[in-house]
Structures are given as structure tokens and as C-alpha cells.
């Protein structure tokens, strides 16, 4: 039995999880079909490549969440974790199970608008859509109508669209996207439909419906989105039994196109056709009671599947701060089988994300290796459900398993791009809270640099599982490579050509010394956040840490 088997072969066995026989099946293909090669390389850049190679091979089907295929992903990692000498981090388990909830809409909506006693009717597919509300499967509220204009409140911004306004018990209208000016990351929040509805709830309100704006429309007016309305999408399940919803008390249940907004504003002060005009020019929208008084329903089909986050522990040692945990996180799925280009129907996620699991399981080796234990606890989460919506994140962030208090700070790594020569990273996340110090150290150790992201109009920052830990109060950031010397190109290439493709396979040109180095620079950053004296703490007045109550934001 080679080197080779003996590391990745036994611990894989010893694993014996659910799905161990076949997964021990397809490691051995898998292993048939590695090349001379790769153990030609460093012992450092073979491990890396090894991990990646089992990880986006054909075998593993996509890893999507919910399948056999990602089970056997688990239990690979799981065994990884066991032999790099981690602990089980989830209850004595390395696995933390984790219910995911797939729903759609059961059937297109009756919605009524009664105003003068007379009921005005509203079209499905012209005037409005119904969306699930997976947490109530037959909703149904009805009464008055108040239009809140965009429905944000950014007080660093001195704007609050609910001034004035009381929506206890009502209906809230509120308007697609955001007003201009916002900062990138802040506009990418608030303009979150349900972000808008978490604002709406806290202020009393029943539902949420939102009205098509005409940047909204230009790109996907209502008519088109009609044959799609039922698209499955997926969340949590909580130990209660429910379906998660940031604002289950509030939910949004639809979205109402132009036509529609026309028949609900006739007889208001409010007209449409002004609020139209204040968002071509930019200003304030008019906001207040609608008259009238509007019934909606949405009844849901939900179907329940089970996946897992794997979970593995280094224990702290030192006693004051052994109870703090930072979390070094990467996502372990991907999107599966699809739609064949090339002939080729696997979409083995080499890139997104098998690189970044087998960093943070390189990291983990590190510490070990090492033979220092860090002072705080480090917990190394591999994460399902990130191609759905960030949702073992999401319940990671809700039930870590350890007192949430103790979470300190969140290490994310999430595709990154490393095809060429590094030579600076982007963190984002970094400038908002003590960890953006932490990475510009630890990069300049390996001659990086941090720069800003160079593509924020892509919203990577509400598009990352680290979001998950931000919106739980958490200092997180994602890391990923940056676009000095041949990065931007590289990283257009990929996006363009091979993010959610079956090309995102092992015939990728991917630079494993570059990998090396990425993973150096983590386990600096990781091993510096673990062992400092001071907690990780969000940047005084930081919008997100104010926002989700974080240590130090006030």
C-alpha cells in the first residue's frame, strides 16, 4: 500500500459514516486515476491537489446538497479532519445534521382589492405573483395598504422610509432595489427583498408585497417572470420543526407588476405615476396609507431533505479563552448534474468550491503540524447548502452547537480563483472589523498585498457564506484572490467561462504553488485571530456590526 493510500485510504475508512462503502468505491476509482504527477509535487501543494482531485471528480456527481454524492464528500472530509488529528465539533458527531427545506408556490394566487365596498380584480401574471411562504404553506392577511418607498432604514444615511408612517397590522408596499448613493455592500443588503421585510416586521406590519420598479422591469418584467413563478427555492429547517424565514411574521408573499401598482394607488393621495417620476429622478418618494383594503394568499408545497455541515475542533489552550471559537468555514457543495455543454453533464465545482475545502483542511494539518495548540478554539466547518441559498451557513450561524456568544470570528473561504501567480488578495469583509489588520499582516508575509474588491457591483459580499455570520452579529470576512498581474484577466476568464459549468473540473490551469501560498497566508491569519489577546471586534459605528448588535460596533 502506498504513501499515497495509506494518507488519504484509512482515514477515509475509519470515517464509516453513512455511505462509507460506496464512498471507499469511488475513492478507490479515484485513486486508479491520479497522475505521476502529482506526487512529483511538494508535499504541501500534492496534499492540496489530492483533496481537489477527490473532491471534483466525476465520482462525487456535483456534491449537491441533499444527494449521496455530497454524503460521500462529507465523509471524506470528515476522515480528512480525523487525520489531521481534529476532534468531532458537533456534539461528539463530525457531522451537524441540517434539515433543508425546499418549497415552491402550491398554485397562482387570489388576490382581492376591495375599495369602496366594490372588490377590483388583480390578474395573476399581469398585476401581481405569489411567492412561498414555506414557514406558513396556507398564508393568508388581509387589510389595509401603506406604502413605505423603498422600506429601508440606514440612520448613518439619515433615511428612515418608515418615518411617520404606522404599519402595525397592515399590508406594506414597498418599492424594488434601492435609492442611489448607498454604499455597494449596504445597498446590497437593504435591497434584499427580505431584508426589507425584517424592517417591515419589527415594525408590526402582516406582509410584505413588493412593487416592480422600472430598473426591475427593464431587466425581468413581470410578464416574463409569470412561467417561472413556482422556482424552487430552499432554506433551513429549525430543531422546531420550521421552515427558517428572516421575517416569518411579515413574509413577502408576491410581487406586484406596474399594471397592478396602478389599480392599487387609484384614489390615493399617493399617485403611481409619482412614484415612478422620484425614481427616475432620484428623490424622495412619496409615501403613506393607500385607501382600500387588499387580501393576498400564498399556499406552498414544502419538501424536506437532510444534509450535514461537518464539523472539526482544535481545542484552545488557553483556559480565559479556550471558550471563544473562531471558525474557519468553506462550502462544501455544489450544483450537482445539469444541463450537459460539451457532452459533459457533471459540474464537479473544482474551483467552486472543492480549492477552498482543501485549503481549510490544509490549514487544519498546519495547526497540528505546528505542535502549538492555538489559544482559542478553532471549529473548521465544512458547509452545505451554500448553492441554495447559504443555508448550512445560515443554521451554522443559528446553532453552532456551542454557546453563540462564544462565536468570536468568521474565516471564510470561497472560490478562489488560483490559476496564476498571486500576487496581492481581496478580503471582503476586511475593512469593517479587526480582521482586515490581521489579513494585511499576514499577507505581507507571503509579499501580498490587500486590495479593495475590484467588482462590487457583483455583490460578493451578500453572496458568500460569511454573510451568514455577519447577520448573526459575527467579525467575518471572505477571502479570495486579487486581480494584480494576471488576476483580473484569470478571474474574467472564470466567471465567464467556467463558474457554474461543467469546465469547472481538474483541466483548469490551477496554480498549486499559488494554492500553497493562499494556504499559508490563511493559516497566518487564522493562527493570529486564534492566538491574540484581544477578542476580533467590528469597527466602532460599522454598519453591520450596529445592525446585528456585534462586539464593538457601538
Avoid: C
Avoid at 59 to 87: F, H, N, S
Avoid at 106 to 133: C, H, M, S, Y
Amino acid at each position: 500500500m502506498s504513501k499515497f493510500t495509506r494518507l488519504f485510504l484509512l482515514p477515509f475508512l475509519q470515517g464509516r459514516g453513512r455511505g462509507w462503502v460506496r464512498g471507499a468505491a469511488a475513492l478507490l476509482v479515484f485513486l486508479s486515476a491520479v497522475p505521476v504527477h502529482a506526487q512529483q509535487l511538494p508535499p504541501e501543494q500534492a496534499v492540496l491537489e489530492a483533496d481537489v482531485r477527490f473532491l471534483a471528480s466525476d465520482a462525487l456527481r456535483g456534491r449537491e446538497a441533499g444527494t449521496r454524492d455530497y454524503d460521500i464528500a462529507a465523509e471524506y472530509v470528515a476522515a480528512q479532519m480525523l487525520a489531521a488529528g481534529l476532534k468531532p465539533g458537533a456534539g461528539g458527531s463530525w457531522f451537524q445534521p441540517v434539515g433543508l427545506a425546499t418549497y415552491r408556490p402550491a398554485e397562482k394566487a387570489k388576490w382581492t382589492l376591495t375599495r369602496g365596498g366594490a372588490a377590483i380584480p388583480l390578474q395573476f401574471g399581469i398585476d401581481f405573483l405569489n411567492q412561498g411562504v414555506p414557514a406558513a404553506p396556507d398564508f393568508v392577511a388581509e387589510g389595509p395598504v401603506v406604502f413605505a418607498g423603498y422600506g429601508i432604514v440606514y440612520p448613518e444615511g439619515k433615511r428612515d422610509d418608515y418615518r411617520g408612517l404606522d404599519v402595525r397590522g397592515k399590508i406594506v408596499a414597498i418599492y424594488a432595489g434601492v435609492p442611489a448613493g448607498l454604499p455597494d455592500e449596504v445597498a446590497a443588503h437593504l435591497g434584499d427583498d427580505d431584508q426589507k421585510a425584517r424592517l417591515a416586521e419589527a415594525r408590526g406590519a402582516r406582509a410584505v408585497i413588493i412593487l416592480e420598479s422600472l430598473e426591475r422591469r427593464a431587466e425581468f418584467p413581470i410578464e416574463a417572470m409569470a412561467p417561472y413563478y413556482d422556482y424552487e427555492r430552499t432554506t433551513w429547517i429549525a430543531p422546531d420543526g420550521k421552515a427558517h424565514m428572516i421575517a416569518p411574521d411579515a413574509p413577502v408573499v408576491g410581487t406586484v407588476g406596474q399594471a397592478g401598482a396602478e389599480k392599487l394607488f387609484a384614489g390615493s393621495r399617493i399617485r403611481w405615476r409619482d412614484v415612478l417620476a422620484a425614481e427616475r429622478r432620484g428623490t424622495r418618494m412619496p409615501t403613506g396609507p393607500l385607501v382600500g383594503t387588499l387580501k393576498v394568499a400564498a399556499k406552498t408545497n414544502v419538501r424536506a431533505a437532510h444534509s450535514s455541515n461537518v464539523v472539526g475542533l482544535i481545542p484552545g489552550s488557553d483556559p480565559a479563552l479556550r471558550d471563544q471559537y473562531v471558525v474557519l468555514s468553506a462550502h462544501l457543495d455544489h450544483v450537482g448534474v445539469g444541463e450537459p455543454e460539451k457532452g459533459d453533464s457533471i459540474y464537479n465545482g473544482a474551483m467552486d468550491n472543492a480549492v477552498g475545502v482543501a485549503t481549510m483542511l490544509e490549514v487544519a494539518r498546519a495547526f497540528r503540524a505546528s505542535g502549538k495548540a492555538p489559544r482559542r478554539s478553532i471549529l473548521f466547518v465544512a458547509l452545505t447548502a451554500e448553492e441554495k441559498g447559504l443555508v448550512g451557513s445560515g443554521y451554522f450561524a443559528a446553532h453552532p452547537g456551542v454557546p453563540k456568544a462564544g462565536l468570536v470570528a468568521d474565516i471564510n473561504l470561497d472560490m478562489p480563483i488560483l490559476t496564476f501567480a498571486m500576487q496581492d488578495l481581496v478580503v471582503l469583509g476586511g475593512e469593517r472589523s479587526s480582521l482586515g489588520a490581521v489579513y494585511a499582516a499576514a499577507a505581507a508575509t507571503e509579499g501580498l498585498k490587500v486590495v479593495p474588491d475590484p467588482a462590487p457591483e457583483e455583490m460578493f459580499f451578500v453572496r458568500s457564506d460569511h454573510y451568514s455570520f455577519v447577520q448573526a452579529g459575527i467579525p467575518a470576512v471572505s477571502i479570495d484572490s486579487g486581480p494584480g498581474g494576471p488576476g483580473a484577466a484569470a478571474q474574467e476568464d472564470f466567471l465567464a467561462n467556467h463558474y457554474h459549468k461543467p469546465s469547472d473540473d481538474m483541466s483548469l490551469p490551477i496554480d498549486w504553488a499559488a494554492a500553497a501560498k493562499f494556504t499559508r497566508v490563511n493559516y497566518a491569519a487564522a493562527r493570529a485571530v486564534a492566538d491574540a489577546d484581544a477578542r476580533p471586534s467590528w469597527n466602532k459605528g460599522d454598519f453591520f456590526g450596529v445592525q446585528f448588535g456585534g462586539y464593538g460596533a457601538r
